[in-house]
């Protein structure tokens, strides 16, 4: 089965530390995607990546960025986290090419105090 | 760009009942619309899927239908269980391009 591993599944950070959120799948996906979850507000995407080393903007990106260094690892980083930023994250990654599903991560439930 | 609505964000029936979910989208080139299926704690699931050039995919008590003139799209459950209870995500993408996600639907199913 693909598998889509993010590192933590609890985090809790304070305001203004720098975070790093992980995420690894193991079958080749070109595509990797980090949306954000929060309720009434469904799925938003905050970044995507469609090879190592290229990554684009999603709908929310202010107040993150990403890593793709090699295939299999995407980074999601809060430069410096901030209370608004306490949200679930949900990794995700697909093969490239056209219509084809997204396989997520169990997500992090991050809590910035 | 593609935007899908999703309704109701709420439902609850009894088990045993039929539950069904719709969607619309706004881009008529979309042409692969997935289902997922999040329970607590988890993260989403794809369930099931349509692609724009067939009608209708069934699987076991899951059912999707595609109405490609009036870009709507529906999941139907029948015979709910218990353990159906969940968000359910549709999501809409046209060739290699990103899915859009609507809002979800928080499915309860009371026994």
């Known amino acids: 089965d693909v598998k889509v591993t993010q590192s933590s599944r609890y985090l809790v950070k304070r305001t203004g530390e720098k975070v790093f959120l992980e995420c690894v799948q193991d079958?080749?996906?070109?595509?990797m995607f980090w949306y954000r979850q929060d309720p009434g507000l469904g799925l938003r995407l905050i970044y995507f990546?469609?090879?190592?080393?290229?990554?684009e903007k999603g709908d929310i990106p202010e107040g993150y960025s990403v890593s793709r260094e090699k295939k299999e690892r995407f980074s999601l980083i809060l430069e410096s986290a901030s209370t608004n930023q306490t949200s679930m994250y949900l990794c995700a990654s697909s093969f490239g090419g056209p219509n084809y599903g997204y396989t997520f991560g169990s997500g992090t439930r991050l809590t910035v105090v | 760009g593609e935007n899908v609505e999703q309704h109701p964000s709420t439902l609850s029936v009894q088990e045993g009942d039929s539950a069904v979910i719709k969607c619309t989208y706004s881009d008529s080139a979309s042409n692969y619309f997935p289902w997922y299926k999040q329970e607590l704690g988890k993260g989403p699931q794809l369930i099931i899927d349509i692609r724009s050039n067939v009608g209708e995919k069934k699987d076991q008590r899951i059912a999707v239908t595609l109405n490609k003139t009036a870009k709507h799209f529906s999941l139907h459950i029948t015979e709910t269980q218990p353990e159906d209870s969940a968000v359910y995500f549709c999501?809409?993408?046209?060739?290699?391009?990103?899915?859009?996600f609507g809002t979800g639907t928080r499915l309860q199913v009371f026994p």
């Open positions: 999501a809409a993408s046209k060739n290699t391009d990103k899915l859009i």
């Open positions: 990546s469609y090879d190592v080393k290229m990554k």
């Open positions: 079958m080749d996906h070109e595509n």
